[in-house]
Every structure is written in C-alpha cells, then in structure tokens.
C-alpha cells in the first residue's frame, strides 16, 4: 500500500521534510525540485534547497512569504500570491454590501499574511464591521463561535 493512500501524505511539514531528506539521499544527484501542492510543506523545503544547489518551482504553492528572496533564495513561485486574492474578497463584500464580516484562518503564515491584507482593506473601508478568529492546526474549528 502507497504512502498516499494511507493518508501520510497532506499538507505537513514534517511529511515534506522527510520525503526531502529521503530523496536528496540517494542518486541520481538532484538539480531540480517541484514543490508540494501545498505551501506549508513547500516552504519548509525552500528554506533548505539552497544549501544544496537545487533550484525549486512551484506552480500551485501561494504564500505572500515564499516571496522573500532572502529567506527562499533557490525559489520561484509561478503563481500569484494569496495576497493577491484579498482584492477579490474585498471587492465581493462591496459589491454585496456586507456591514458584517467574520475572517476565520487557520493561524499559518500563509493564511494571516493574507487575512491581514484584508483586515488592512476593511480597516480603510469603515463601512464593514469585522471580527476575525484564528485557529491552531490541532485546534481545529472549535474556537469559531456565532458573530
């Protein structure tokens, strides 16, 4: 049975490390490394690719903080930034003219970079009352209760 259909796969970080480390052990020598499908786990193996020389792409991860070239040198993001999503929010909630809006993210990097943006957006916009919750990965949906 595969790894993926038993589930070890998901959006991990320490699933990602260690399929890494895995295949950077044996031959053939990597020049190169598709990123997982998700940021979290690509973001943990781009912060380690350049100290072994591998260039990183990825076509799906989104993380407004994969683009720090400082931090992730050997990564290139081919798709837009979450953040970029924000104007499409913000522009619904107009359209609508929602006077209440609840932000819930899980509290990851990518999910608050962008929950911030629109926060920054709605803070300009005095129209919209907001309240927003934030959840730890093994907290789950419990901490989310009516407006």
């Known amino acids: 049975m595969s790894e993926f259909s038993r589930g070890r796969l998901k959006c991990n970080r320490e699933v990602a490390l260690d399929a890494f480390y895995k295949q950077m052990k044996y ?8 990123a997982s499908g998700c940021s979290l786990a690509t973001q943990a193996i781009a912060e380690l690719t350049h100290f ?38 913000f ?29 920054e957006m709605l803070e300009d916009y005095t129209n919209v009352e907001y309240s927003e919750v934030r959840f730890g990965s093994n907290q789950g949906f419990s901490s989310i209760t009516a407006f």
Not at 76 to 81: E, H, K, M, P, R
Not at 100 to 107: C, G, S
Request: charged content about 20%; proline content about 3%.
């Open 27 to 34: 031959l053939p020598t990597k020049i190169g490394w598709v």
């Open 52 to 89: 072994y020389n591998i260039t990183q792409l990825s076509c799906i991860s989104s993380s407004p903080a994969l683009r720090n070239r400082m931090r992730y040198r050997y990564y290139f993001q081919l798709l837009a930034s979450n953040v970029l999503v924000v104007h499409g929010f």
């Open 91 to 119: 522009g619904m909630i107009k359209y609508f003219g929602w006077k209440r809006v609840r932000l819930i993210a899980q509290d990851e990097e990518i999910y608050a970079s962008t929950m911030d943006a629109l926060k």
